[in-house]
Nanobody
Framework: EVQLVESGGGLVQAGGSLRLSCAAS????????IGWFRQAPGKERKRVSC???????YYADSVKGRFTISTDNAKNTVYLQMNSLKPDDTAIYYC??????????????YGQGTQVTVSS
């Protein structure tokens, strides 16, 4: 059974930083890309970032230069370092393993999410 447990969200002022973590289990972590998605109130869930099994990364234009994705394969954990946060970054953040070893953008499993709120 795939399990994904996100943590690290919270309330932060604009310009601040947060580091999200996602502990994964139930699949071979090294064999799949894994990504972060977010969903703001009233909006669709969108992919924010992804890291492939070979370390290649993807970032949405809205977060390039501010967010950094990384993994610790020994801990089956993916991180999202978020700097220079903006109110528009407010959303529930989810991690999700990709269907492929590369970042295809398709995922079937999501965690429960962690709330990020950025105040102006």
């Amino acid at each position: 059974e795939v399990q994904l447990v996100e943590s690290g969200g919270g309330l932060v002022q604009a310009g601040g930083s947060l580091r999200l973590s996602c502990a994964a289990s139930g699949f071979t972590f090294d064999d799949y890309a894994i990504g972060w998605f977010r969903q703001a109130p009233g909006k669709e869930r969108k992919r924010v970032s992804c890291i492939s099994s070979d370390g290649s990364t993807y970032y949405a234009d809205s977060v390039k230069g501010r967010f950094t994705i990384s993994t610790d394969n020994a801990k089956n954990t993916v991180y999202l370092q978020m700097n220079s946060l903006k109110p528009d970054d407010t959303a529930i953040y989810y991690c999700a393993p990709d269907r492929q070893y590369y970042c295809s953008g398709y995922s079937d499993y999501y965690g429960q999410g962690t709330q990020v709120t950025v105040s102006s």
